[in-house]
């Protein structure tokens, strides 16, 4: 005779997204213990490029064009931390840069200690930007991850007098 199994808390304790955040996580400190920190920011690279690929497409489908206009990319980037619970909003924004900050992460306490998942958004906001306005270099100079309170993604548009740093990534993309 089996005994009945117990009454789980009235509140999950793990939600579906809670649980793919963590998973997330773990895949993420492995390969950072397994490869190393920058090797790990590589291989998140890519998913970042792939994840840009389909976001453009979709939002310059939403927008009915064929290119983001530089508003367009702002109100993109925005959105889209918005809709995966980020709170980004613009801090600046000229014909020369972008500066995004933001209070929340998609990751929430989960990227805390995993700095490596800050290429998704550099590339997804590199990606796009450039796909659309010709030209990005992305630095993310404070970050949840790292400990900050917050974190400050500025984006420039055009191309600097010198080569980037080594905590940005440059973007071309074929629009010029």
Do not use: W
Request: charged residues 20%.
């Amino acid at each position: 005779m089996t005994q009945p199994l117990p009454a789980p808390p009235h509140e999950p304790v793990h939600t579906k997204d809670v649980f793919l955040r963590t998973v997330l996580r773990e895949l993420t400190g492995i390969l950072e213990q397994t490869v190393g920190e920058r090797e790990a920011e590589a291989y998140i690279n890519y998913v970042g490029l792939a994840l840009g690929r389909v976001i453009n497409a979709t939002y310059r489908e939403a927008f009915s064009v064929l290119h983001l206009d530089p508003m367009q990319v702002a109100a993109t980037l925005v959105d889209l931390k918005a809709r995966i619970d980020g709170k980004f909003t613009i801090e600046h924004m000229d014909s020369e840069r972008i500066v995004l900050v933001n209070q929340a992460c998609p990751f929430g306490e989960k990227v805390i200690g995993r700095p490596s998942l800050c290429r998704m958004t550099a590339n997804v906001f590199g990606y796009v930007t450039a796909e659309n306005l010709g030209y990005a270099r992305v630095e993310i100079p404070e970050s949840i991850a790292r400990g900050n309170a917050g974190c400050r993604v500025v984006i420039n548009l055009t191309k600097g007098e010198t080569p980037p740093a080594a905590s940005e990534t440059e973007f071309f993309g074929a629009v010029s």
